[in-house]
């Protein structure tokens, strides 16, 4: 998550509303070798990107078993008792594993009330010697030592995300007008990062403006989420009206971040969001964090700037835009 917006915004309570408000696009036709089929999917992604920055996603090819075994996993982790989670604890010094929310004393606006079970591709030869950053990207995945199949249900399924993330890259490349693989090159080793997250009820009584998540886009190109059964999340539209996204069984919810907004500028919408866990039990998602490689200086392409004249953003390195995203993780960690 990157920018938060803390204001009253938060206030403001989602309409429930058609579907069609986010779009759906059946993916299947992009994974076929048919040049027209692929284009018109590109561009029906394309149209979401524009108008409101999300998407549900079908025809995906993801093994509907992954899914499954990955939500059955995070429900075994966080129900067990907390002496049992602190061995997969994230620290400074290894943030990898489990982040609890930070101590509850009041609710408001800024309260963070959720858990999440962090964990990120690895890559053997990614690091780069004297590295300022190298504690953020090089460490190893934290996994919990008495839970076998969290791991196998881990690694599969953060493998099928990135798959899915490099399709996904080249349709939103087509979308823009530009070769389908106009992103390649700043994906080789990414440190693409996968959360699992765990959302308790809001309490009976709380008031209109407390979230689980405050209003927030995310930091890095777009987002594969994968919502459980139960509903909270809310984008607001580009009107200022706030909207539920409930969860479509088998689809991905995707969004764009800032980072594909940059490459774009401004074509693609990172568009505000959070979740308000209303519904009396406990919430899950999974959410797949697409981040480039981090040494790529992410800024409007010199194809977008031909059409859309001068730059709206500054350039930003990876490594650099995610270590002070991490940091304010840890500090939310600690309860600041």
Not at 34 to 39: I, L, V, Y
Request: hydrophobic letters at 40%; aromatic letters at 12%; a negative charge.
């Amino acid at each position: 998550m990157s920018r938060s917006d803390q204001s009253e915004d938060d206030r403001i309570v989602a309409e429930t509303i058609d579907l069609a408000e986010v779009p759906v696009v059946d993916f299947a036709p992009f994974l076929t070798r048919d040049a027209e089929a692929r284009a018109a999917v590109a561009a029906e992604i394309a149209r979401a990107c524009r108008d409101i920055g999300f998407f549900y996603l079908t025809g995906h090819g993801v093994p509907e078993a992954l899914r499954t075994a990955i939500f059955d996993q995070s429900a075994a982790f966080y129900h067990r008792p907390a002496d049992e989670r602190s061995d997969a604890l994230a620290t400074p010094e290894w943030y990898r594993g489990w982040v609890p929310a930070p101590p509850q004393t009041t609710l408001s606006r800024n309260t963070r009330l959720f858990d999440q079970y962090r964990l990120q591709l690895n890559w053997d030869d990614a690091g780069q010697p004297g590295d300022p950053h190298a504690r953020i990207f090089d460490a190893p995945n934290r996994w919990p030592g008495d839970m076998p199949d969290f791991r196998v249900a881990g690694e599969a399924y953060l493998s099928a995300m990135h798959g899915l993330s490099v399709q996904l890259l080249g349709a939103f490349a087509l979308g823009l007008g530009l070769p389908e693989d106009r992103f390649d090159g700043y994906f080789r080793k990414p440190p693409s990062q996968l959360s699992l997250l765990y959302y308790p009820p809001l309490p009976e009584g709380a008031d209109i403006d407390v979230s689980n998540t405050v209003s927030h886009t995310d930091e890095g190109p777009f987002t594969i989420l994968a919502q459980g059964e139960v509903g909270g999340l809310e984008v607001k539209r580009r009107d200022g009206v706030w909207i539920a996204a409930p969860p479509i069984p088998g689809a991905f919810t995707i969004n764009v971040g800032d980072m594909m907004m940059w490459w774009s500028n401004g074509q693609f919408l990172s568009n505000w969001h959070r979740v308000k866990n209303r519904s009396g039990g406990e919430r899950f998602s999974v959410a797949f964090f697409a981040n480039p490689d981090r040494d790529v200086v992410v800024g409007p392409l010199p194809e977008m700037l031909d059409r859309t004249g001068a730059p709206r953003f500054e350039p930003v390195k990876v490594s650099e835009h995610l270590a002070r995203f991490y940091a304010k993780l840890e500090m939310a960690a600690d309860g600041r």
